[in-house]
């Protein structure tokens, strides 16, 4: 297995320029998120799907979109790239709400 | 508001010792506590977990202490590898989807 998988792994922006973070998981978990790491600070819930189908906003949602294309898959879209929207970006997945399995992220730069 | 936060933003400790993390949560009705381990460019990865019904739990040498009573919890690794080097963070699972994850602490181990 291997887990959840992210792509890219590094991506350089330039403002106002879009694109799609795309993340996979192979061990069947109903519930993805997407999280932004940035320094000095705990990983904030951009967005999540708790099951396929359905995606709900959490913490920091403004400049991000996202789409669960099936039970596997699960994106995220930066329309819009902003200054502010660099960061390490990691998506994780769980069968139950508690326990979650993180990918290995996507260091993105927007300059 | 809720929060997460940990004592030490680093720790250093020799090879073969023992190293202690701390960490504070706000939140008293809190449930279910997480400890992830993060090392250098890579995504975090679950390490061991607790219930607010018990005090301690133990796994392969790390145990997590838990205090309801000050809010706080702690991480400890026998015997420190350099393999142990990592971003050591906890999270606060507070229910639904919303899990609070600490900023972390890094730990250095000195061979």
């Known amino acids: 297995n291997a887990g959840v998988t992210q792509t890219p792994k590094f991506q350089v922006l330039k403002t106002g320029q879009s694109m799609t973070l795309q993340c996979a998981q192979d061990m069947n978990h109903n519930s993805m998120y997407w999280y932004r790491q940035d320094p000095g600070m705990g990983l904030r819930l951009i967005y999540y799907?708790?099951?396929?189908?359905?995606?709900d906003k959490g913490e920091v949602p403004n400049g991000y979109n996202v789409s669960r294309l099936n039970k596997r898959e699960f994106s995220l879209r930066l329309e819009s790239a902003a200054p502010s929207q660099t960061s390490v970006y990691f998506c994780a997945s769980s069968t139950h709400q508690e326990t979650q399995y993180f990918g290995p992220g996507t260091r993105l730069l927007v300059l | 508001g809720e929060s997460v936060g940990l004592h030490l933003p680093t720790l250093s400790v020799q090879e073969g010792d023992n190293s202690i993390i701390n960490c504070a949560y706000s939140?008293?009705?809190?449930?279910?506590f997480i400890w992830y381990k993060q090392e250098s460019g890579k995504g975090p990865q679950f390490i061991i977990d607790?219930?607010?019904?018990?005090d301690k739990r133990q796994g392969q040498r790390v145990t997590v202490l838990l205090n309801k009573t000050v809010k706080h919890l702690s991480l400890q690794i026998a015997a420190t590898q350099p393999g142990d080097s990592a971003v050591y963070f906890c999270a606060d699972y507070t229910g639904g989807f919303k899990t609070i994850f600490g900023a972390g602490t890094r730990l250095f181990v000195k061979a």
């Open positions: 607790i219930r607010s019904n018990m």
């Open positions: 799907s708790a099951s396929e189908g359905t995606t």
């Open positions: 939140n008293s009705a809190s449930d279910y």
